[in-house]
Structure formats: C-alpha cells, structure tokens
C-alpha cells in the first residue's frame, strides 16, 4: 500500500509548495475511512475464530436417583453420577483451525481491496476537484478578456467604429461565461462533499489544490505482469485454498469420535448382614465409539467442494479478463489523452497568435468584435479541453496503478 502511495504522488511532477500534499490526504482517508475499519473489524472477527473453533466437545455429566431402588447382592442402588468426554480423530481440531485460518486470509484480502480502491477514489476525486478549480479560474479569465473588449468597443462606437449590436454580443457573452462558471462552482461543491466523505469528516472543510498540473514527459513503467497479484485474484487463490481446507476437515469429521467416561453408582449395605462387599459402590470406566455409518453428509461435503473449486476457478478467471480489458482501456485512454494535451496545447498557441492580430487590426482601426467572438470561443473551448485531458492523464493513471502495482 505505501508502494501504491508513493508511486501515485511520484507521478506528479509539479510542486506541492501552494496545496496540501496528495499523499496526506490519502493517508488520512486510510486511517479515517469506515468503510476500511469495517473491513478491519470483519478480518478481526475472522482472525478470533480461530480460537473459538478450537475447543473439543463439552463434557456431559449426568445424575440419577433410583425412585425404586434395585436390589443387588451387595446392596440396594440409590443413585447414579455419570461424565463423559468425546474426543474428536486426530488433527480434527488442527483441520478446524487451519479451516477458519483461510477464511481469514481471503477476508484480508478485502482489506487490501478497499484500500486500494479509496486510494484511486481518493486520488480521482482530487482531480475532479482540480479541474473543476481550474475551470473556473479559466472562465474569470475569460470573462475579464471580455470585459477588455467590450471596453474597447465602447471606445470604437464612441467614434462610430464599432456598433451597440457588438456591445451587447459582448455582455451577453459574458452572461453566458458566468453562468457556466456558477454551474462549475456548484459542481466543485458536490465533488468537496464527495471528496471530504471519503476522509470521513466536514463536507464544509476546504481543499487546498495545487496549481498545476503538468502531464509529465514520460509515463511511468508500470509491469503489466504484477495484474496476476492483483488482490483482487489473489482472493480467489485464497478462497480456493479454503475450500482445500474445508475438504480436509471434512475428511477429518468423517472419522470416529472417541469417548470416555466414568459411571458411579451409590449401593446401601444390606442390613442385619455381614459379608464382604457389602454396600460396596459401582465405579465402571467406559470406552465408547462413534462411526459415522451413514455418511452420505460428508460425502456431499465432498462433491460440493468439487464443484465450489471450479466455480472459484471460472471466477477468477472472468475477473480476470474484467481487470485486463480495464487496464488496456486505461493505457489506451492515457495514450488519448496525451495526445489531446499536446493537440490543446498547439490550438492554444494558434489562438493566441489570431488574438495578437485582432490587437493589432484595433490599433489600425478595422477590428472586427464577431471575430473575436470566434476567437473567444475557440480558446475558451481548447482551454477546457486542455484541463480536461491533464485530468484524464492523472484518472487515468490512477487506474493503471490500481490495477498494476
């Protein structure tokens, strides 16, 4: 898990000198989070089982009083204290444990599961909330672009170089750019609450974002061979070692059982006689036995572990080919995402370059306000989609250390 960790942070090559630390934030959810310490508390449960299977059968004592008392020759019965002790075939107990052991094993494999799961949802809301930041702070920028113009087409209607129709196309635009960005703000709102839920604490409490982020040069190795240990797979070894387990105490229970115990029985002396033994009390040790004869249970037992090994074996392998095709849409989609970075990246240089000449053509008089509408809009839209995929890159990644490291 602390490889996972360092690996996400490790993919952000900005700095974390303006916002809180990624990794904090992860490791605060970890220690916080309930659905984790649900997790932990079943494992716990699973783990004191052991000690409750491991106890032998309870002793029975028995008493009886002889309403009517036999008559022997040594005397009459009065009363009758019996115990008894069964004893389970050799290694039953050790095959109960070891039983109940694996079940433990698979359950922490859920442990480990949902950390990595709150980890990714950790980190993916973290962007989410990072592009949602940065749009808006787009669209104020817009929106100010805006207002520049609209003040130099006030000035160039004031010398009939412009008209009031451009004004207001102007304003209306900037109506437009508010709304979007008060959407967003709500929008940023929803994904806090979701964020600071996973932490387990206020919805209300600030985060504090970095400024940047920058898809790195290169992206990081990650060995797709490591999906096998997947500890969404490796559960099902665990299970399938269970049912193994289970088999074995099955065997184990269709042994004999046993027993030993011990009869006492209280005898009067006869009166108004003298011999030996006389009044003399009955103690008989006994050896008992039990076969399972009629085993037709444990024999099921058998042919349902049969059949529960193969049904783990087939599940495994459906998750299996979920987790392969989830990674190679999370690779290909990176790839994508890369790819619209560097295209935004290009389209913005453009834009910029056709904003420089409507600067210009102000300053000689002949600006035209629908084409920078145009422009606007166009910049606005390669600026978004430019947040968009950085985000993607970051989810993205996320996805493939989820299902690689």
Do not use: C
Not at 30 to 44: D, M, T, V
Not at 68 to 90: L, N, V
Not at 150 to 176: G, P, Y
Not at 224 to 233: M, S
């Amino acid at each position: 898990m602390k490889r996972l960790i360092f690996i996400l942070i490790g993919l952000m090559t900005f700095s974390f000198s303006n916002g809180q630390q990624l990794e904090i934030l992860i490791n605060e959810a970890l220690a916080n989070n309930p659905e984790i310490q649900k997790f932990e508390l079943q494992y716990s449960i699973a783990s004191e089982k052991v000690n409750e299977v491991n106890t032998i059968p309870n002793t029975e004592f028995g008493v009886g009083y002889f309403v009517s008392e036999p008559e022997t020759r040594t005397g009459a019965q009065r009363f009758k204290i019996s115990a008894k002790q069964m004893m389970p075939w050799f290694g039953s107990i050790t095959a109960r444990e070891n039983y109940v052991s694996s079940l433990a094993d698979a359950k922490y494999e859920d442990i480990t599961i949902a950390k990595r799961k709150l980890v990714a949802s950790v980190s993916q809301s973290y962007y989410n909330l990072y592009a949602l930041k940065t749009k808006q702070r787009v669209f104020d920028e817009n929106i100010a672009l805006l207002k520049t113009y609209e003040t130099l087409a006030l000035t160039s209607l004031e010398v009939a170089k412009a008209s009031a129709v451009d004004v207001l196309r102007l304003q209306m635009r900037q109506n437009e750019l508010e709304q979007s960005k008060q959407v967003l703000v709500q929008m940023y709102l929803a994904e806090q609450t979701t964020f600071n839920k996973l932490l387990n604490r206020e919805k209300s409490i600030e985060i504090d974002l970095v400024n940047e982020l920058i898809i790195p040069l290169n992206d990081a190795l990650n060995e797709t061979e490591n999906l096998a240990l997947h500890p969404e797979l490796t559960k099902y070894d665990k299970l399938f070692q269970s049912v193994e387990q289970s088999e074995l105490l099955n065997q184990k229970d269709s042994q004999p059982m046993i027993g030993f115990g011990l009869d006492y029985v209280s005898v009067s002396e006869r009166p108004n006689m003298n011999f030996s033994d006389n009044g003399k009390d009955i103690v008989m040790p006994m050896v008992s036995l039990s076969i399972p004869i009629f085993n037709k249970k444990n024999k099921s037992q058998t042919r349902q572990n049969a059949l529960k090994q193969q049904e783990i074996t087939f599940k495994k392998q459906e998750r299996e080919n979920v987790l392969e095709t989830a990674l190679s849409k999370a690779i290909n989609n990176r790839i994508a995402a890369r790819i619209s970075n560097n295209t935004q990246t290009k389209n913005l240089k453009q834009a910029k370059d056709a904003e420089e000449i409507l600067i210009k053509s102000y300053e000689t008089g002949t600006i035209d306000f629908n084409d920078v509408l145009d422009i606007q809009e166009l910049q606005l839209k390669f600026q978004i989609n430019q947040i968009e995929s950085v985000k993607n890159y970051y989810v993205q990644s996320t996805i493939i250390n989820y299902l690689t490291i």
